[in-house]
């Protein structure tokens, strides 16, 4: 427990101005999307932003992984829409603040899931995820958030292009910005270009006069990003078995989409930096933080690549820079919301494309040809599914099961058999090749029992028993030659078969009675 406790690594060597200045880009940079985030479901600017400040502090204080940045994000967003929807069907009277209150409660007991999460020592199975894999998600991200900037070159509340100056001067001001962005570190890097870059456009344009999108611009009518210190909001919804059924489904997917975005980010910032983060330390924080986002008034959320990205790439390595960022987000809504909303989109438009740009995975296109085909399938399908369906949680999962079946089909292939008759008359059969569910169809195939000699040897030096599935094909092979009154030698077990075999004696029957212990034969190597 201590090792959660400790907040800060004093070990590490922290830059300060490189922490601050990188944490101040990264809140402006978290301004529009918490709020276009909070806009998805309907809900209020504010709710987004309350989440990005609580999210920001506590996992950056807490988190397993410094440097790394989380706020309200589009993934869980779009979780509270099928929630809605169905509090609309179950309770067509209700109003949008009782809604809120169950978003509230719904991101408090995904909270609760994912601390249960990060105590159970789950955060560990990130590691089963392949490469390929985590080069689809990547890869999928990178043209989400490309693709997401587009909407700030269409006329407001349309999907007509910009015409005229107005399309010139935001694509002008864009190039610009992504220009300053790229251009900057090659002269120096004594201030992160990103922030140089977001002053540079705005003196511009605020300066000119220049008339184009602003964060002012994304929100609705008569809506503000300037509110107070998040307000305690405490659930008021029925506390009964109805209740629960109808949040838990939906927390239970807050809680999964939350982890798999978080803990595959953490991977990925830690080879960036070459450093490793602790995934289970991670999970905690990010339930502490959904917590409280829950208790004060926010919508929830997980790490944002794109973020953590800006903050990294601006050369942040430690703990400071996620608190500043979150300290300044709630300055921003506290007291600078005017000038925030004066800033123009273009800059952030920018931003964002280069984030974009930086996050694709270039190097997985020189892959293609080293990379086995069934990798390669599945790097291209979670990139496709991350990209249209926006659903980060489920491409994973589907890349994972598809890996893990790729492989147990090429490991299924690999069983094999030498086969010997000694001079005694007893017929060797050498098993080479894992033998699992996959592989024992093949297994059962190597066998000639009408035919062989009264004794055989069945030799697993070279083989391994995986699973139950195995153990029943070894069963199923003893009970055949059985039948016809042939004696079965099992040789070379390893220990941990041995164990599973033991494990399986109240289970099956595996039909040859000399061994007490595992009953099947284990013979010492004949000499």
């Given at each position: 427990m201590k090792k959660y406790l400790n907040l800060f690594d004093f070990s590490q060597k922290v830059n300060y101005k490189t922490e601050i200045l990188s944490g101040i880009t990264v809140a402006l940079a978290l301004v529009p999307e918490a709020i276009a985030f909070a806009l998805i479901p309907g809900f209020s600017p504010l709710t987004g932003l309350y989440a990005a400040f609580i999210l920001a502090l506590v996992t950056s204080i807490l988190g397993g992984r410094p440097g790394m940045i989380s706020g309200a994000t589009g993934a869980v967003a779009v979780i509270f829409i099928g929630l809605i929807l169905e509090l609309k069907r179950n309770f067509p009277e209700i109003d949008p603040e009782t809604i809120l209150h169950y978003v509230f409660a719904t991101v408090i007991l995904a909270g609760v899931l994912q601390i249960s999460a990060g105590f159970l020592k789950l955060g560990k199975f990130?590691?089963?995820?392949?490469?390929?894999?985590?080069?689809?998600?990547?890869?999928?991200?990178?043209?989400?958030?490309?693709?997401?900037?587009?909407?700030?070159?269409?006329?407001?509340?349309?999907?007509?292009?910009?015409?005229?100056?107005?399309?010139?001067?935001?694509?002008?001001?864009?190039?610009?910005?992504?220009?300053?962005?790229?251009?900057?570190?090659?002269?120096?890097?004594?201030?992160?270009?990103?922030?140089?870059?977001?002053?540079?456009?705005?003196?511009?344009?605020?300066?000119?006069?220049?008339?184009?999108?602003?964060?002012?611009?994304?929100?609705?009518?008569?809506?503000?990003?300037?509110?107070?210190?998040?307000?305690?909001?405490?659930?008021?919804?029925?506390?009964?078995?109805?209740?629960?059924?109808?949040?838990?489904?939906?927390?239970?997917?807050?809680?999964?989409?939350?982890?798999?975005?978080?803990?595959?980010?953490?991977?990925?910032?830690?080879?960036?930096?070459?450093?490793?983060?602790?995934?289970?330390?991670?999970?905690?924080?990010?339930?502490?933080?959904?917590?409280?986002?829950?208790?004060?008034?926010?919508?929830?959320?997980?790490?944002?690549?794109?973020?953590?990205?800006?903050?990294?790439?601006?050369?942040?390595?430690?703990r400071l820079s996620g608190i500043t960022a979150a300290i300044m987000l709630l300055i921003f809504i506290m007291f600078g919301s005017s000038l925030i909303e004066q800033l123009p989109m273009a800059a952030l438009v920018g931003l964002m494309f280069m984030v974009a740009i930086g996050t694709f995975e270039w190097a997985s296109f020189k892959t293609f040809k080293k990379m086995p085909t069934s990798d390669v399938v599945v790097m291209i399908l979670v990139t496709l599914i991350t990209a249209i369906t926006h659903n980060l949680a489920v491409a994973v999962l589907l890349g994972v099961i598809i890996s893990a079946l790729a492989y147990s089909w090429e490991n299924a292939k690999?069983?094999?058999?030498?086969?010997?008759?000694?001079?005694?008359?007893?017929?060797?059969?050498?098993?080479?090749?894992?033998?699992?569910?996959?592989?024992?169809?093949a297994f059962n195939e190597k066998f000639d029992v009408l035919n062989d000699p009264e004794e055989v040897f069945i030799d697993f030096k070279e083989s391994r028993v995986a699973d139950m599935s195995a153990i029943e094909a070894l069963n199923k092979i003893t009970e055949r030659y059985q039948k016809i009154g042939k004696k079965v030698h099992l040789q070379h077990l390893s220990r941990d078969c041995k164990r599973l075999l033991k494990n399986a004696d109240d289970i099956i029957d595996v039909n040859v009675s000399e061994d007490p212990t595992y009953k099947v034969v284990v013979d010492k190597i004949r000499k």
């Open positions: 990130i590691r089963l995820v392949p490469h390929p894999v985590m080069f689809g998600f990547v890869n999928g991200l990178a043209i989400i958030i490309f693709m997401a900037q587009f909407p700030n070159f269409y006329e407001k509340g349309t999907t007509n292009l910009l015409s005229g100056i107005s399309f010139w001067s935001m694509l002008g001001l864009t190039l610009l910005t992504m220009l300053i962005i790229w251009g900057l570190p090659k002269l120096t890097k004594a201030v992160p270009s990103s922030l140089v870059a977001i002053i540079v456009v705005s003196a511009i344009v605020i300066g000119f006069g220049i008339d184009t999108l602003t964060v002012a611009d994304t929100m609705k009518a008569g809506e503000s990003i300037k509110g107070g210190f998040p307000p305690i909001s405490i659930p008021s919804i029925p506390l009964t078995m109805e209740t629960v059924k109808i949040i838990l489904p939906y927390a239970g997917i807050v809680a999964g989409v939350g982890l798999i975005e978080s803990l595959l980010t953490l991977n990925i910032i830690d080879e960036i930096t070459e450093t490793r983060g602790s995934g289970n330390r991670e999970c905690i924080a990010q339930g502490t933080a959904n917590i409280l986002s829950g208790f004060l008034s926010g919508m929830g959320g997980c790490a944002m690549i794109g973020q953590s990205l800006i903050n990294t790439s601006a050369g942040a390595r430690a690999r069983i094999r058999a030498r086969k010997h008759v000694d001079e005694n008359g007893a017929k060797h059969y050498e098993i080479y090749g894992p033998l699992f569910f996959g592989s024992i169809a």
